[in-house]
Every structure is written in C-alpha cells, then in structure tokens.
C-alpha cells in the first residue's frame, strides 16, 4: 500500500468572530493548547479583527507587530527558535487577547497514508505494554477526523486538539507515526509532534490538490471535473 511520510512546519491560526465588528479573538486549527511548533524555521500567525486593527503577538521574548487589512485579515510572522518550552502565545487587539497556552518548539511530523499508517497502537505486537508505558510530556499527539471536502476546509470542523502522549492519546494512534516520533524524541533530546492523517482504503488521488493532480497521466478530465464543484 502507498504511503508516505513527509515532515512539514505547523502554522498557528488565530480567528476572531464574524461580522462587520469582530468579537474578542479565539485560537482555530490547526493549534490548539498543547501543540507543537516546528524549530529552525519562521513561524506564522495569521488571523482577523476589526479593519485596521492593531495586533502584537508574543511567543515567548519574541514579540511583532501586524495590522489588520481592509477586510480584517492580518498575519505575523514570529522568529525561528530553538527547542524548548512550554510557551503561551498570545495575539492582543485593542480589548481583547487569544492564548494558546502550553506549547513545545520542536520537530512536527505529518503521519498520512492508508490502513499500514492507520494501524492503531494498542493492536502491535506487545500493544498494551507500549500503550502503558506511553506518557510522555515530549511527545504531542494530534488526530485529524476523517472528513472529505472538494476544497480545503479552513478553519477545521470539529476542531482537533493537541494532546501529550499518555494512553488515553497513544491507544488508537497510528502506530507507525508514534513510534517513529518516540524513537526519535529519545534520540534526539528535543519535543515531537505527530499529526496522524491517515485513511485505510484511500487512493492517492483525493490527497493530492486538483491543480496538481491535472498533471498526473489520465487525471486531467477527473480533475476538471472536481473543480465545477
């Protein structure tokens, strides 16, 4: 079965409410507490607030400044960092401030594939010793519904949360990204985050964006015809 494993940085997204005055600002995916932020690399904040609306946004020492545009989207970019943690980030307008609260600076992995990745941990050889012996405040978990969407869906619904390795978090995990990221948090020394997006029975297909699937040799006609959707 196809699969495929690919590291990526995590951005936050900060959200306020709808309407011609926005209401006090909350945390949407893909951060929830407990996240887990990419090292060595920028990390962007993006949101939305009243028209012209200043906004500073703290993570850390870090501090920078955006302003929100005529239709009220604003974004900041925050300095790489270092591992380590837990941070709070916050972005402050002018009456209110969202937090995101306990958060690590280290290595994000994006898990996806289908049922190999999808395997759950508890179903391994020896599950319930692993499962058991799990926790592990280094280590950050993040699950993704299995929902289809003919274009991205931002912000997402539900939202998924963050969670710490434990066995309440690690049991129905995909057991190929969990223990890959708990061999690599020992080798390491540094946090991990893992984000299990995975569907058993999937094709490669639906993964791949419409634009770049019309690539593909036979795709384009099929592409073509997602897109009046």
Not at 2 to 18: C, D, H, I, Q
Not at 171 to 183: E, G, I, N, T, W
Request: glycine share 10%; proline share 6%; with cysteine.
């Amino acid at each position: 079965m196809k699969r495929f494993l690919a590291r990526t940085g995590v951005a936050a997204v900060l959200l306020a409410g709808a309407g011609a005055a926005w209401a006090d600002p909350v945390i949407l995916t893909p951060m929830s507490d407990h996240a887990v932020l990419q090292r060595g690399a920028p990390i962007t904040v993006t949101g939305r607030a009243d028209p012209g609306e200043a906004i500073t946004v703290r993570l850390g020492d870090a501090r920078v400044s955006a302003k929100a545009g005529r239709d009220g989207q604003w974004r900041a970019v925050l300095p790489a960092m270092k591992a380590g943690g837990p941070y709070t980030l916050t972005a402050t307008g002018k009456a209110a401030t969202a937090t995101m609260a306990d958060l690590l600076v280290g290595d994000v992995w994006l898990c996806s594939g289908q049922s190999n990745m999808e395997f759950e941990t508890h179903k391994t050889l020896n599950g319930d010793g692993i499962v058991g012996g799990s926790a592990d405040d280094r280590i950050r978990l993040l699950s993704m519904e299995h929902k289809v969407a003919f274009s991205p869906d931002t912000p997402l619904e539900p939202r998924p949360a963050w969670a710490a390795a434990a066995p309440d978090s690690v049991r129905d995990f995909s057991a190929a990204c969990y223990l890959m990221v708990k061999q690599l948090a020992a080798d390491r020394k540094v946090p991990m985050g893992a984000i299990d997006s995975s569907w058993g029975g999937t094709q490669i297909r639906p993964w791949i964006a419409s634009a770049d699937a019309a690539k593909l040799p036979g795709n384009a006609e099929d592409a073509a015809l997602l897109d009046l959707y």
